[in-house]
């Protein structure tokens, strides 16, 4: 059973660090372009950023860029979300995905999703 489980969520104030993690399982996703993206109350899910199936290349929505940094761990299929300089703004449940693609950018339509974390930054 193909899962994706994110951890790391919490709350933080403003201007501080979170660090989240998306445990792989099932298969392998070293071919998969991995994504983050994040629902916030009464809005729709929206896209955070992607990294390509090697590592090596990124991207990121306009808010976060300089402030969120993505990585993966092919060797222990786990993805990252390093998050800094938070702000109220960022308050959302943020979720993993994983697409059998070589494309990395807006994600569309993922074949996985994890359950989701929540992250609460406080003014």
């Known amino acids: 059973q193909v899962q994706l489980v994110e951890s790391g969520g919490g709350l933080v104030q403003a201007g501080g660090s979170l660090r989240l993690s998306c445990a792989a399982s099932g298969r392998t996703f070293s071919g998969d372009v991995m994504g983050w993206f994040r629902q916030a109350p009464g809005k729709e899910r929206e896209f955070v950023g992607s990294i390509s199936r090697g590592g090596g290349s990124t991207y990121y929505r306009e808010s976060v860029k300089g402030r969120f940094t993505i990585s993966r761990d092919n060797a222990k299929n786990t993805v990252y979300l390093q998050m800094s300089s938070l702000q109220p703004e960022d308050t959302a449940v943020y979720y993993c995905?994983?697409?059998?693609?070589?494309?990395?950018?807006?994600?569309?339509?993922?074949?996985?999703w994890g359950q989701g974390t929540q992250v609460t930054v406080s003014s």
């Open positions: 995905a994983a697409k059998r693609t070589t494309r990395i950018g807006p994600l569309d339509k993922p074949d996985y």
